[in-house]
């Protein structure tokens, strides 16, 4: 059967295949300038839009970058985050040995939505923190999100969290709680919006995931549910049924 | 603290979420066209362009699409895909009442690329099915994804696909495999390329969801690797640690 993706052959499909293995063994590093459209053309023995259309492939892919000027870049590989049983942003960038942290943006109370309320087991209308987080990676913005939690049961979340250095983990030390899980995570993908860009460094109607999650206490009774976006670019979320 | 996130306060974000409780509710239905802006912005006393802001911060969040002439309607809630330690498109579909169909858009034997070859357990350049699909619910797209196989360990897959529908529980059944795992599975967000678009029936540059994943034998044994992406408008991941 023929593949029906490519009109005039698979050159570019070849093309792209061998640049990305040439990435996955290393040969071209992180911010590397692939050589010119002109130049892989003539190695390869095909048009220069044959080269542009591999190069397009591997931006859709996330591992170059194509710019006017500065050409085609190897981008950075995305970081790998773990949704288990357990989940912190910042001890997930330790591991890779990265440095996570985090920024508080705003933080307000409100009368709860009805779905959140019913989310965290909490009576329609109750008086919920709405708090505005960023997470970075090295200093490179990797999502914001809104949280939200019970104003009973956590005053004076806002200075928890801001003195927490905007760590959940270290916010809900705060109020006696050493450990925490992940109920779920409701993953899919959207445009960017102007403020979400602005905040992740990012073009407006660049694509994000959007995530929305719960943990729980041990007993796995919800105390936290957080809305975010995440930079496509940067970030790819990793499921492992068996890994716990 | 005060919201950062407005200019002249938070009349947008309150009509937002009203609107949103209200389609929670169930008070408008899938379809169902909004008021026009320049009603409600006489209800709630703003300016249109402040209903619009939150028109369009409903768009963001894939709650309505606002089109000219047909106004701001409804969107259909997206579907969920728990991704489990048991991952079947159309068994899922099933359960949520929708009527999952799939179809084989080509088949090829090529020379495995390093990576996916390391990840099936096979040599270098080991022989592999390159086999591209699309899965439907109710005849709607939602997402199209490309397969790898050893084809020493599955001669004929291609026509063992074709003939079980294009569904792989199906296809795997033909060889004796009764039931297979995820072992793992990738998400980041991406932009639709113009073929994907067009597979998946949405606008080019629309945002996707790209899934890579790894099914197993029970035994863990690794056997498909599947790169996929799903309409970020019509599906939704679901992951919960403590379902199963």
């Given at each position: 059967?023929?593949?029906?993706?490519?009109?005039?052959?698979?050159?570019?499909?070849?093309?792209?295949?061998?640049?990305?293995?040439?990435?996955?063994?290393?040969?071209?590093?992180?911010?590397?300038?692939?050589?010119?459209?002109?130049?892989?053309?003539?190695?390869?023995?095909v048009?220069?839009?044959?080269?542009r259309q591999?190069?397009?492939?591997?931006?859709?892919?996330?591992?170059?970058?194509?710019?006017?000027?500065?050409?085609?870049?190897?981008?950075?590989?995305?970081?790998?985050?773990?949704?288990?049983?357990?989940?912190?942003?910042?001890?997930?960038?330790?591991?890779?040995?990265?440095?996570?942290?985090?920024?508080?943006?705003?933080?307000?109370?409100?009368?709860?939505?009805?779905?959140?309320?019913a989310?965290?087991?909490?009576?329609n209308g109750?008086?919920l923190?709405?708090?505005?987080?960023?997470?970075?990676?090295?200093?490179?913005?990797m999502?914001?999100?809104?949280?939200?939690?019970?104003?009973?049961?956590?005053?004076?979340?806002?200075?928890?969290?801001?003195?927490?250095?905007?760590?959940?983990?270290?916010?809900?030390?705060?109020?006696?709680?050493?450990?925490?899980?992940?109920?779920?995570?409701?993953?899919?993908?959207?445009?960017?919006?102007?403020?979400?860009?602005?905040?992740?460094?990012?073009?407006?109607?660049?694509?994000?995931?959007?995530?929305?999650?719960?943990?729980?206490?041990?007993?796995?009774?919800?105390?936290?549910?957080?809305?975010?976006?995440?930079?496509?670019?940067?970030?790819?979320?990793v499921?492992?049924?068996?890994?716990?």
């Amino acid at each position: 059967m023929t593949d029906p993706d490519v009109s005039g052959g698979t050159a570019w499909r070849r093309i792209a295949d061998e640049i990305a293995a040439a990435i996955a063994r290393g040969e071209h590093a992180t911010g590397d300038t692939l050589p010119a459209a002109t130049a892989l053309a003539e190695r390869y023995g095909v048009h220069r839009h044959t080269v542009r259309q591999a190069f397009r492939h591997l931006a859709e892919q996330g591992l170059v970058t194509v710019s006017r000027g500065r050409g085609t870049q190897v981008s950075p590989r995305r970081v790998a985050y773990p949704l288990g049983r357990r989940v912190s942003m910042r001890a997930n960038l330790g591991r890779l040995g990265l440095v996570g942290s985090s920024r508080m943006l705003s933080a307000a109370q409100v009368d709860g939505e009805a779905e959140i309320c019913a989310t965290l087991g909490l009576e329609n209308g109750a008086r919920l923190w709405r708090v505005e987080g960023l997470s970075l990676a090295d200093g490179t913005p990797m999502g914001t999100g809104t949280h939200w939690l019970s104003v009973a049961r956590f005053p004076d979340f806002d200075a928890a969290f801001r003195d927490g250095g905007a760590s959940m983990t270290a916010a809900l030390k705060a109020y006696g709680i050493a450990d925490y899980v992940r109920l779920s995570t409701r993953l899919t993908a959207k445009l960017a919006s102007g403020r979400e860009a602005e905040l992740l460094e990012i073009e407006p109607g660049a694509p994000v995931m959007v995530s929305v999650a719960v943990d729980a206490l041990p007993d796995l009774t919800p105390i936290h549910l957080v809305s975010s976006v995440f930079a496509g670019e940067r970030m790819e979320m990793v499921v492992e049924p068996f890994a716990e």
